[in-house]
């Protein structure tokens, strides 16, 4: 997907001239440039990111609102891409997607990038709201999309809150990841935590699903 395709659609139609995708990696790669040297999302002023990316400034307007939209571009931009599910059970699914969140997390602890701005977007009610709108969210819904597959499918029980559950799944990468980044990210974590939790709540009288 194009930086330009990434836009949420109350962004409404394009401004000026068409969207060139290099110019716009131009404008994100100068953004990159500056919070790798250290300067504050306060001090992140538009004219400062066009000198640094070689582009006038009415040329990130017409593709930014502000530097809070551009922010959340250069966040999403900073993280591994998402890889298909493999679609070949529950368990599958949910292992590949916490897998992500393993790699995100080694590569977010090599990055001083990531480090800048998850400090500063922290500060920054707006650009939480439009990063968790933006990439939160859509990673949540297909979670929830993969487990309510397993519920249908009887991979788990029918009475689990899958709300909850997909937390319980989640919960302990985030942990390790990104609230404790000194802790151990092995390789077979993803599938250690989807195995311990679905030990307790397939239906009763139903095989394990056994990896390949």
Do not use: C
């Not at 990468?173 to 404790?180: C, D, G, T």
């Amino acid at each position: 997907m194009s930086l330009a395709e990434r836009h949420t659609p109350h962004d409404g139609p394009p401004r000026g001239r068409p969207r060139s995708e290099a110019v716009e990696r131009a404008i994100i790669e100068g953004v990159m440039r500056l919070l790798e040297d250290g300067v504050p999302l306060a001090e992140l002023s538009i004219e400062r990111v066009a000198r640094t990316a070689g582009v006038g400034k009415a040329t990130i307007y017409r593709r930014w609102s502000g530097k809070e939209e551009l922010f959340v571009d250069v966040v999403r931009a900073a993280e591994p891409a998402a890889l298909p599910l493999p679609g070949t059970s529950m368990r599958d699914d949910i292992v590949a997607l916490l897998e992500q969140a393993r790699q995100r997390g080694l590569a977010n602890r090599s990055s001083a990038i990531w480090h800048s701005v998850h400090a500063q977007m922290k500060s920054s009610p707006k650009v939480w709201a439009a990063y968790h709108a933006t990439v939160v969210a859509p990673r949540r819904r297909l979670g929830m999309e993969v487990l309510r597959r397993g519920r249908d499918n009887g991979e788990l029980r029918t009475d689990v809150d899958l709300e909850l559950l997909y937390d319980l799944f989640v919960g302990p990468m985030l942990l390790r990841s990104v609230l404790h980044p000194d802790d151990d990210l092995p390789d077979d974590l993803a599938a250690q935590i989807v195995d311990t939790l679905l030990e307790g709540l397939r239906p009763v009288g139903s095989e394990p699903h056994r990896p390949r």
